[in-house]
């Protein structure tokens, strides 16, 4: 079996030498250079990386991906596309190649797609970006995604358990590029549900509240969303745009919502736990804190926050319990958010504050 990577990238030579070590397993490596100035592609040349230099005017994610793909030999059987800023933990050739099976096209790993400040992981979910060399095409100009468009139906979808890939974000690239091709991409295909969501929400990083609850809205009322996970997500940006504009109660019921449209997601409980701590409402802090805790197994999409699988759903608990005087069951919750945060010098503080009091100090 025959396995290569490609890529696309513009300055990122102090990634290149880390990258290039973790794709090692590969037959082959394949980069499309969109005009760096700082020596990416001589220095990817002189480790063995095949490399094109190509300027992509006007720029577009999908018409670059499409260009790299099109590096790679025709005889490869798998491809996997990855960023110059991650890195394939060892031993993933060998696990992927394991799980691709005769009628398999396409291929499902986890993805580490931001650290903590500690280093521990943050925003985790499974990508999908390992797939064979025939049938596939990149589409949309931003958050592209992979299109079958080969002959007959798609082939299946493994999930190789135990491939890591770990982003390590360049935070000095500005993502200002995203807004203008988020709006071409939406005026290029109205229709599709999932630009429209990355549109909304890109309005509202952007601070542009009004702008974001017309397009969020708009996404939920398009007949194709149905997925209730990203539903549920335009819903909660909606939340945050009428609490940023100053009316509580709306944002209060686009929670509500929220949580009726995916209970199966720990994230809209604790929006709606973090609503009411803000009101200082102790009881449903504790009450939606203890339904998003009842949830264990983290989802596998994009649609999970780090947040609401690390320490401040134990954290709010404790809180909640706290002001409504339950010492002992705020001792239990507050020790458990030290477990998951063993650093974070205000829940040591809560932890020692709430020993006392159940000892009725």
């Known amino acids: 079996m025959k396995v290569c990577v490609y890529a696309i990238c513009k300055n990122e030579s102090k990634f290149v030498e880390r990258w290039v070590e973790s794709m090692r397993e590969a037959d082959g490596v394949y980069v499309l250079d969109t005009g760096s100035t700082d020596g990416t592609p001589e220095l990817?040349?002189?480790?063995?990386?095949?490399?094109?230099?190509?300027?992509?005017?006007?720029?577009?994610?999908?018409?670059?991906?499409?260009?790299?793909?099109?590096?790679?030999?025709?005889?490869?059987d798998i491809c996997i596309c990855t960023d110059l800023d991650e890195v394939l933990h060892p031993g993933w050739r060998a696990l992927l190649e394991a799980a691709w099976k005769p009628g398999t096209t396409r291929a499902s790993y986890r993805y580490t797609w931001n650290?903590?400040?500690?280093?521990?992981?943050?925003?985790?979910?499974?990508?999908e970006k390992a797939h064979s060399r025939h049938?596939?095409?990149?589409?949309?100009?931003?958050?592209?995604?992979?299109?079958?468009i080969?002959?007959?139906?798609?082939?299946?979808?493994?999930?190789?358990?135990?491939?890591?890939?770990?982003?390590?974000?360049?935070?000095?690239?500005?993502?200002?590029?995203?807004?203008?091709?988020?709006?071409?991409?939406?005026?290029?295909?109205?229709?599709?549900?999932?630009?429209?969501?990355?549109?909304?929400?890109?309005?509202?990083?952007?601070?542009?509240?009004k702008e974001a609850i017309i397009t969020l809205k708009h996404h939920l009322s398009l007949p194709s969303a149905t997925w209730a996970d990203e539903r549920c997500a335009s819903m909660r940006y909606i939340s945050r745009c009428y609490a940023a504009l100053g009316d509580k109660d709306e944002a209060r019921r686009w929670l509500y919502r929220a949580v009726a449209e995916a209970p199966h997601l720990r994230e809209p409980y604790i929006e709606l736990a973090e609503h009411f701590y803000n009101e200082e409402n102790w009881n449903?802090?504790?009450?939606?804190?203890?339904?998003?805790?009842?949830l264990r197994s983290r989802p596998?999409?994009?649609?999970?926050?780090?947040?609401?699988?690390?320490?401040?759903?134990?954290?709010?608990?404790?809180?909640?319990?706290f002001y409504t005087e339950r010492y002992s069951e705020a001792l239990q919750a507050a020790q458990e958010a030290a477990k998951l945060s063993p650093t974070d010098e205000r829940i040591a503080k809560n932890v020692r504050i709430m020993e006392n009091m159940a000892k009725g100090l």
Request: net charge negative; hydrophobic share 35%.
């Open 44 to 76: 990817l040349a002189s480790l063995g990386v095949n490399v094109h230099v190509e300027e992509i005017q006007p720029w577009r994610f999908d018409r670059a991906r499409n260009r790299s793909l099109d590096l790679v030999p025709d005889d490869a």
């Open 115 to 127: 650290f903590n400040p500690d280093g521990s992981e943050g925003c985790v979910f499974w990508t």
């Open 135 to 148: 049938g596939y095409h990149w589409t949309h100009p931003v958050h592209e995604i992979l299109d079958w």
């Open 150 to 209: 080969g002959p007959g139906e798609e082939g299946n979808m493994v999930y190789v358990e135990g491939m890591q890939l770990d982003h390590h974000a360049d935070n000095s690239k500005p993502r200002s590029q995203y807004l203008p091709l988020l709006e071409l991409s939406v005026l290029e295909s109205p229709e599709d549900d999932r630009n429209m969501h990355y549109l909304g929400r890109e309005y509202y990083f952007h601070s542009r509240w």
């Open 284 to 294: 449903g802090v504790v009450l939606f804190c203890q339904e998003a805790l009842q």
């Open 300 to 321: 596998r999409t994009y649609i999970t926050e780090a947040a609401s699988w690390g320490s401040l759903p134990w954290d709010l608990l404790s809180l909640g319990l």
